[in-house]
C-alpha cells in the first residue's frame, strides 16, 4: 500500500492500480464514459482527465496509475477546464433528443453534461446523421447518439466471448455497428444496453414504454437456470416493464443473461390463464374460486381418498415451482398418505440417474487452472457459469471437452474430444484407469482390460499436472444409456486427481426440489413409473407435458385415462392440458409470487411478488395452503411464503445415495440428445415473442451425421417432425435435438 494525495487528503492506494479505482473507493467523483469496472481500459473518451502535479498536461484518470507521494485535483481549474472542453466535444454531433430517448432519465451523458456543459452551443456546423440498422430482436439502435466509447465493443470481445461489435471508418466517419449482417446473437447481448452510457443502444421490447423514474424497482432472482441471477424487476401500474442486472459478485457478477433479461415479455401473452375452469360433462366452465376448489376436493375425495386408495395418486411438479411450492405439494401428498411425488419429469429411465455432487462456488469457478467438460454446451445451457468458465481461460485455465459433437464455444479448447454416446463410459474409464496409474494406485478389476488412448492419457495427463481442476457434468448425460456409470465414474476421476466437480444436468429450481423432498418416498412411484401405472387422480404444478415430458406421448396417453381425475395448476392456457384435464387453476407466473430458488451451492435465494398476478390468478403456495385446508389436513397455518421456508429450513433432508455401480459396457442402438433451445427451457421463456424472434429462439433441428441417417433408414427431411442437418462431425449413433416447440415423442 502507498499513500496519495487527492483533493489535499491523503489516502491508501495499492501500488499500480489506476487512479479512477481509487476515487471511486474513496467516493470522489470523477466523470467517465468509456472507464466501467469489469471491462479493460480504454481511454478514449477522455472525460475523466484530472491534474496530476508534475505532469505536463492532465492525465485520464482510468489509464494513469498511482505512485508513492502524487498529488492528484479532481475539481481544479485545470481539471474542469479540460472536462468541460471534453464534454463540449462529445455533444458536438450528439443529437440532443432526451425528450424521446429511451435513456433518459437514467442516461450518463446527461447527467455528467449537467456538470460539465455549457448552456449555449458555438458549434454551428452540420451535425453528422448515422443511419440506424436492425441489429436484432432485442436491442435497439440509435447509432448517431454514440459517442465511441466502445464499452458494446469491449463487453462483446471480452465478457460476451464474440466479437461481434467494433468500430468502422475514421475521423467523423466513425461507426461502432456490428460486422456481420445477422447483427448481434450473444446469449449475453442484453448487457450492451446496460453498459451503453448514452441512448445509442436500449431495449427493443421496452421502446417508447416508460421513462425510468415513473418505475418501481423489486429486487427478485432469476428462475430460469442453476445460478440464480440477481436482478430487479421494473415495474408500473402493476405490470413487469423491464429487467435489469443487480450487482452479486458470488451469484453473477453485473452480468445477467438475455433468457433473464427478456422472458418478462411472457407476462402479457394472451395465453395466460386468468380464471378457474372445471369440466362439466365434457366442457369447461369458468367459475369463482370457491367452486374450482370445492370441484378439486370433491373428484380427489371421491377418486382415492374416500376409497383409501391414496397410492393410486400422484403429484408432479415443474422444475420451475419455487422452493415453498414443491415443499406444500409433497406435504399434502405425503399427509394424505401418498409417495407418488416427483419432479424429474424429462428422464428417459429413472433407474440410471445421475448423481454428482457440486463441490466448487460459483466464484470459484473463475479461479481454477484446468476444466474437463462432459456432455455440455454450458453457453446455451448455463450462460452465467460458461462466462465463469471463460473467465478461468482467459486466466490462463486450459479446457479439455467430451461431447457428441462440436459447439460454438467462446473459448479455445484444449482438446475437443467427439465421442459416440454409447461409449461415453469406456472413454471416462480410460481417463480413470490412466489418473490412478499416474498416481500410482492399484488399478480395479473392471478396469483389467480397458486399454488407455493417447487421447484419454492426455486427458488424465491434464487433471494430474494441475492443482485446481473441475469436471464439469452436462445436460447430454441425463438420458445416456449408462447415465449413473457416467456420473460415478467422474466422481472417482475427482476423487483420484483432487478435482473439484460441477453437476448441471438439472436446471431451475431442481436443487429446490431434492431439498424440499420433492422425490418419491419409500414405496412411491417415479415419473415414468407413474405414467405406467393404473393412476386414479393426479395434482400437477405447472407441467406441460409435450414439453417436460421426456415420454411425452405416454404422459398425455396416461393423464387422459377415462377414470382419472386431474387437478392442473397451470400459469398459461394450453390445448394438451386443457385435454385431459378435469380443473384448471390459474396460478401466478415468475416475478408475481414470493418464493425462493435454490442455486447450484445450495444457496437458498428469497424473493418478493413484484408484481400481483393477473385477474383470478393466484400464487401457488396461497392456492396449495387453501386445498391442504379443505382437505382438513393439519400444519398448514401460514401467513405467508416466509413461513413456509422456515419450515422447510428446519426440516431434515433427505439425500439420494448414489449408486456405486459402474458398467462399462459398450450399448447398442441410436441416442437421442434433447436439447430444449435456451428460450424454451420453461413456459414464461416460450411466450416472450423477442427471445423467440433470434437466432438461438429458432433453434429447431435433429442434426445426425450420414451413417446414423442411414441406420435410422430416413428418407424423408424430417425425423420426428424435425428438419434433418446432416453433420459429419456428430458422433456415431448419435441425433442431436435442438427444440423450440412441442415435437414427437422418444422412447
Not at 241 to 246: L, Y
Not at 278 to 301: H, M, P, Y
Not at 507 to 527: E, K, R, Y
Request: some cysteine.
Amino acid at each position: 500500500m502507498i499513500s496519495i494525495e487527492i483533493n489535499g487528503s491523503v489516502v491508501k492506494a495499492k501500488a499500480g492500480e489506476m487512479l479512477i479505482a481509487v476515487t471511486d473507493r474513496e467516493g470522489i467523483s470523477v466523470p467517465r464514459f468509456c472507464y466501467h469496472k469489469k471491462l479493460s481500459v480504454a481511454a478514449n473518451c477522455r472525460m475523466c482527465l484530472v491534474d496530476v502535479e508534475g505532469a505536463p498536461k492532465p492525465q485520464t484518470a482510468c489509464s494513469t496509475p498511482v505512485n508513492e507521494g502524487m498529488k492528484v485535483h479532481t475539481q481544479n481549474e485545470r481539471a474542469k477546464a479540460s472536462q468541460k472542453a471534453v464534454m463540449e466535444f462529445l455533444l458536438i454531433n450528439h443529437p440532443l433528443d432526451c425528450p424521446i430517448c429511451d435513456q433518459g432519465g437514467e442516461c450518463e451523458l446527461q447527467d455528467v453534461a449537467m456538470g460539465y456543459g455549457s448552456d449555449v452551443s458555438r458549434f454551428t456546423e452540420g451535425k453528422r446523421v448515422v443511419v440506424d440498422g436492425d441489429i436484432g430482436a432485442l436491442i435497439q439502435t440509435d447509432m448517431t447518439r454514440c459517442i465511441h466509447c466502445t464499452r458494446c465493443v469491449r463487453f462483446g470481445a471480452e465478457i460476451g466471448g464474440t466479437m461481434e461489435m467494433g468500430g468502422t471508418g475514421r475521423g467523423e466517419a466513425l461507426k461502432i455497428e456490428p460486422f456481420l449482417a445477422e447483427g448481434i446473437q450473444s446469449e449475453l447481448s442484453g448487457n450492451m444496453i446496460d453498459v451503453c452510457p448514452v441512448g445509442a443502444l436500449t431495449s427493443k421490447p421496452f421502446r417508447y414504454e416508460l421513462r425510468s423514474w415513473q418505475m418501481n424497482s423489486v429486487s427478485n432472482i432469476a428462475r430460469h437456470d442453476l445460478v440464480g441471477s440477481n436482478l430487479y424487476t421494473q415495474t408500473y401500474k402493476g405490470k413487469v416493464k423491464r429487467i435489469v442486472a443487480k450487482d452479486n459478485e458470488a451469484v453473477n457478477e453485473t452480468w445477467i443473461s438475455d433468457r433473464d433479461r427478456f422472458s418478462y415479455e411472457g407476462l402479457a401473452h394472451k395465453n395466460r390463464l386468468l380464471t378457474p375452469k372445471i369440466k362439466v360433462e365434457g366442457e369447461w366452465q369458468s367459475v369463482n374460486w370457491d367452486t374450482a376448489l370445492d370441484f378439486s376436493v370433491r373428484g380427489l375425495v371421491a377418486n382415492v381418498l374416500n376409497n383409501k386408495q391414496v397410492n393410486k395418486l400422484g403429484a408432479l411438479a415443474s422444475n420451475t415451482a419455487t422452493l415453498e411450492e414443491f415443499h406444500l405439494l409433497q406435504k399434502i401428498m405425503r399427509e394424505v398418505g401418498s409417495e407418488n411425488i416427483d419432479h424429474r419429469l424429462n428422464v428417459k429411465d429413472l433407474n440410471n440417474t445421475v448423481t454428482l455432487e457440486s463441490n466448487i462456488k460459483l466464484a470459484g469457478l473463475e479461479g481454477v487452472d484446468h476444466v474437463l467438460i462432459i456432455g455440455s454446451n454450458p453457453r446455451l445451457e448455463q450462460p452465467m457459469i460458461n462466462h465463469r468458465l471463460r473467465k478461468a481461460h482467459l486466466a490462463g485455465a486450459s479446457i479439455d471437452v467430451i461431447n457428441v459433437m462440436p459447439f460454438d464455444f467462446n473459448y479455445k479448447l484444449n482438446n475437443e474430444n467427439i465421442v459416440d454416446p454409447n461409449q461415453m463410459a469406456v472413454m471416462l474409464a480410460e481417463v480413470l484407469k490412466s489418473v490412478l496409474q499416474i498416481a500410482q494406485r492399484e488399478v480395479p478389476e473392471y478396469l483389467d482390460k480397458v486399454e488407455v488412448s493417447d487421447v484419454a492419457k492426455q486427458m488424465a495427463d491434464k487433471l494430474a499436472d494441475t492443482n485446481n481442476s473441475v469436471i464439469v457434468l452436462g445436460a447430454h448425460i441425463l438420458n445416456n444409456p449408462q447415465a449413473s456409470s457416467v456420473a460415478n465414474l467422474v466422481s472417482q476421476i475427482a476423487q483420484e486427481s483432487n478435482s473439484t466437480t460441477l453437476n448441471i444436468t438439472v436446471t431451475a429450481n431442481s436443487t429446490a426440489a431434492t431439498m424440499a423432498n420433492f422425490v418419491p418416498g419409500q414405496g412411491g412411484l417415479d415419473t415414468n413409473a407413474m405414467l405406467k401405472a393404473d393412476l386414479t387422480a393426479y395434482i400437477l404444478l405447472d407441467v406441460y407435458p409435450q414439453y417436460d415430458f421426456h415420454h411425452s406421448i405416454e404422459a398425455v396417453e396416461a393423464l387422459n385415462k377415462k377414470d382419472t381425475f386431474v387437478v392442473s395448476m397451470n400459469s398459461y392456457q394450453d390445448d394438451t392440458v386443457a385435454q385431459y384435464s378435469d380443473v384448471l387453476l390459474p396460478i401466478a407466473a415468475f416475478y408475481e409470487t414470493s418464493g425462493s430458488h435454490v442455486n447450484i451451492e445450495g444457496v437458498v435465494q428469497s424473493f418478493s411478488a413484484a408484481v400481483s398476478a393477473p385477474n383470478d390468478a393466484k400464487p401457488a403456495w396461497k392456492v396449495l395452503k387453501v386445498l391442504a385446508d379443505l382437505l382438513d389436513l393439519p400444519g398448514f397455518h401460514f401467513a405467508n411464503s416466509m413461513q413456509v421456508t422456515d419450515e422447510v429450513s428446519h426440516q431434515r433432508h433427505k439425500h439420494n445415495k448414489a449408486d456405486n455401480k459402474i458398467d462399462i459396457t459398450v450399448k447398442c442402438g441410436v441416442n437421442v440428445i434433447w436439447q430444449h433451445s435456451p428460450y424454451a427451457v420453461d413456459v414464461l421463456s416460450r411466450h416472450a415473442n423477442s427471445l423467440q424472434a433470434t437466432n438461438i429462439g429458432k433453434m429447431h433441428s435433429a442434426t445426425m451425421n450420414k451413417g446414423t441417417a442411414k441406420e435410422l433408414d430416413i428418407k424423408k427431411d424430417t425425423y420426428l417432425n424435425l428438419p434433418v442437418v446432416i453433420n459429419e462431425s456428430v458422433a456415431n449413433n448419435c441425433v442431436f435435438v435442438n427444440a423450440n416447440k412441442a415435437i414427437g415423442d422418444e422412447s
